[in-house]
DNA sequence: CTGTTAGCGCCTTCAC
DNA sequence: GTGAAGGCGCTAACAG
């Protein structure tokens, strides 16, 4: 038997006083208005005794606002990576005392309306559109506050967007290799060489092989070979590496993403070559796969948790007053340096 | 410049009749009440000019109502597993049209009590409390309409509960072995061989072993060896597989999961015994690696995208009237049959 | 058949 | 310092 739920006016009688100081007292302004200390700690004492929480619903009918955010995204909730960047948004939510609506489009423009309506309905007080790849994504218009996370938008916008800094992470990705006294025999697996050869779609690739190039370049390494795959999946790193292995015997792949790399490592081991003795691999991603690989892959994490912590931090601070519109962040992805990657052999 | 939102008012106004019927119009209930054709005519066409959606603030307010339902769990959000059964109770949830709210308590009690406060403040109309892994939980007092996905209630309750059928799957892996023509060298990978070798905690492992040894004693075939392993990681399965190749030379393998009969996988690569050839595999969770190991792994699904909806469904069931309380829904789980089990080695 | 009236629970000018 | 009154947008009695 639940009972009735405690309103501000049950508060106001049992604490004998009208509602009005009771709201003023519930909402904090009691010391400005000079509410008697007395009767302040006569209403706190009764709230706590009746356990009265202010309806949320009836603020949000008052005040406009609903201390709710509304998450949506093409799929993002599916998958593990992409599920820690709603871990990330929702542990940024809590911290504001912010609740996190989800819901999927699945690419589905109609749906997407219908999203944004119900949650434009319910009074959100900001939009989070997510994308599960990055990638460009067309913004829909009158959405009020939101921000883009793992996307940009495809035409001008005014939104802020939250993205992976897939550039740096190339350069990270080509360092790892250098620093290990690597400069010759680097061959690429899923895209390259040149910038042109990338899968369609991929701002994810074309950026990391911006980073891979200018910093081999600038060392003077030049990249061996490089093979597009139309999907990054296993079986297509397994098969690339294959390919690779009737014409060169390379020194140290670097693989576009870790499920690319986990192909190359199957591909190396038939041929009878030992990671990181004869080659060494470094990788994109930080998928969970990478530390479940014998050895363990050496790999430049894509920051989901960060990411969606970030999209909430961007979101609030624009609500509150200005950030620069149409900003770009780029959030940092760090090297996960394991056991794949060590020095050439002679 | 987005212009205010259009009220029932402006509707009311815009079609020259009052709020009331243009409140009736729109709730479809102008049939019932004779509202004169051509009035609701007039009533619609205002609306769908004017865009008028009416305020789901407002209507919660006053009906006590918010076509909202929570999720809340103890870290579902960030496994890819349990990114499905969010994603099914999406699904079944926008079916209905209705909002999901999604939180997480990590296991802290305190965070767990905020949670259901916050959403409980905002008048959700009913929650959905998951476990990550299959265990039972702690039921909160006063959650009113709820029902508990992969979750048992660990005193008595009358909510519902919603589980994959782990019996039934051990059962299922048990007879892929049979049928493939298995009767002796099967050996446990995780558990076992008695009922009483289980990691703590862990109800998936009784069940599936319950299930095994039902199946398998039924046929009179004998568990040859079985070995808990604490957690249930690769590394743990290379281990226990490792030792249990130093004493026996198994022909099949049962792996309490995935992960499990990653490292076993590789256990047996080392000692140059081939999948299925010489030793078939067979395991639980249908995790996403299952089908990049090679062979591909033949597992017994895990199907938390249909836990999920069914979570919304008997959430439903049960707010609409009387679905039998405290009753326990079991979810087959379904066996994908790959390319890790073969006829025994002679 | 349609309009008037009265709240849902809360916040916020205003007087007192 | 405190109380009375009004209204956020909507639905539901009850009249007309």
């Given at each position: 038997m639940s009972r009735r739920r405690v309103t501000l006016a049950d508060l106001a009688e049992a604490a004998g006083v009208s509602r009005t100081t009771a709201s003023l007292v519930m909402t904090g302004r009691g010391r400005e208005l000079r509410i008697s200390h007395d009767v302040e700690q006569r209403v706190l004492r009764a709230a706590a005794e009746l356990g009265y929480r202010p309806n949320a619903v009836s603020v949000g009918l008052r005040t406009?606002?609903?201390r709710t955010i509304g998450f949506v995204s093409d799929t993002v909730a599916t998958s593990r990576l992409a599920g820690d960047m709603i871990k990330g948004a929702l542990e940024a939510a809590r911290e504001r005392g912010v609740m996190l609506f989800i819901g999927e489009t699945e690419g589905d423009p109609e749906l997407e309306r219908g999203l944004l309506h119900a949650m434009q309905d319910r009074q959100v007080d900001g939009l989070i559109l997510a994308a599960m790849y990055t990638r460009t994504i067309k913004v829909p218009k009158d959405v009020g506050p939101a921000v883009l996370l793992n996307a940009l938008p495809r035409?001008?916008?005014?939104l802020p967007s939250i993205v992976p800094d897939e550039v740096e992470a190339g350069r990270s990705a080509a360092r790892v290799l250098l620093e290990a006294g690597?400069?010759?025999g680097v061959h690429l697996i899923?895209?390259?060489?040149?910038?042109?050869n990338v899968p369609p779609q991929s701002v994810a690739a074309v950026e990391r092989l911006m980073g891979i190039r200018e910093v081999l370049g600038a060392a003077g390494v030049k990249i061996a070979s490089g093979r597009v795959c139309a999907d990054w999946l296993p079986e297509h790193g397994l098969a690339a590496t294959e390919e690779l292995l009737e014409r060169h015997l390379p020194k140290a792949l670097i693989c576009l993403n870790d499920r690319l790399a986990l192909g190359a490592y199957q591909a190396l081991n038939d041929a009878g070559l030992?990671?990181?003795?004869?080659v060494s691999v470094v990788s994109f991603d930080d998928h969970p796969l990478a530390s479940w690989m014998r050895p363990k892959l050496t790999s430049v994490a894509l920051p989901h948790y960060e990411l969606g912590r970030r999209a909430v931090e961007v979101l609030f601070a624009q609500m509150g007053d200005?950030?620069?519109?149409?900003e770009v962040h780029r959030v940092p992805m760090p090297v996960r340096h394991r056991e794949s990657v060590g020095p050439p052999r002679p």
């Amino acid at each position: 038997m639940s009972r009735r739920r405690v309103t501000l006016a049950d508060l106001a009688e049992a604490a004998g006083v009208s509602r009005t100081t009771a709201s003023l007292v519930m909402t904090g302004r009691g010391r400005e208005l000079r509410i008697s200390h007395d009767v302040e700690q006569r209403v706190l004492r009764a709230a706590a005794e009746l356990g009265y929480r202010p309806n949320a619903v009836s603020v949000g009918l008052r005040t406009g606002t609903s201390r709710t955010i509304g998450f949506v995204s093409d799929t993002v909730a599916t998958s593990r990576l992409a599920g820690d960047m709603i871990k990330g948004a929702l542990e940024a939510a809590r911290e504001r005392g912010v609740m996190l609506f989800i819901g999927e489009t699945e690419g589905d423009p109609e749906l997407e309306r219908g999203l944004l309506h119900a949650m434009q309905d319910r009074q959100v007080d900001g939009l989070i559109l997510a994308a599960m790849y990055t990638r460009t994504i067309k913004v829909p218009k009158d959405v009020g506050p939101a921000v883009l996370l793992n996307a940009l938008p495809r035409q001008a916008s005014d939104l802020p967007s939250i993205v992976p800094d897939e550039v740096e992470a190339g350069r990270s990705a080509a360092r790892v290799l250098l620093e290990a006294g690597h400069h010759d025999g680097v061959h690429l697996i899923g895209a390259g060489p040149g910038l042109r050869n990338v899968p369609p779609q991929s701002v994810a690739a074309v950026e990391r092989l911006m980073g891979i190039r200018e910093v081999l370049g600038a060392a003077g390494v030049k990249i061996a070979s490089g093979r597009v795959c139309a999907d990054w999946l296993p079986e297509h790193g397994l098969a690339a590496t294959e390919e690779l292995l009737e014409r060169h015997l390379p020194k140290a792949l670097i693989c576009l993403n870790d499920r690319l790399a986990l192909g190359a490592y199957q591909a190396l081991n038939d041929a009878g070559l030992s990671v990181p003795g004869d080659v060494s691999v470094v990788s994109f991603d930080d998928h969970p796969l990478a530390s479940w690989m014998r050895p363990k892959l050496t790999s430049v994490a894509l920051p989901h948790y960060e990411l969606g912590r970030r999209a909430v931090e961007v979101l609030f601070a624009q609500m509150g007053d200005k950030a620069k519109p149409g900003e770009v962040h780029r959030v940092p992805m760090p090297v996960r340096h394991r056991e794949s990657v060590g020095p050439p052999r002679p």
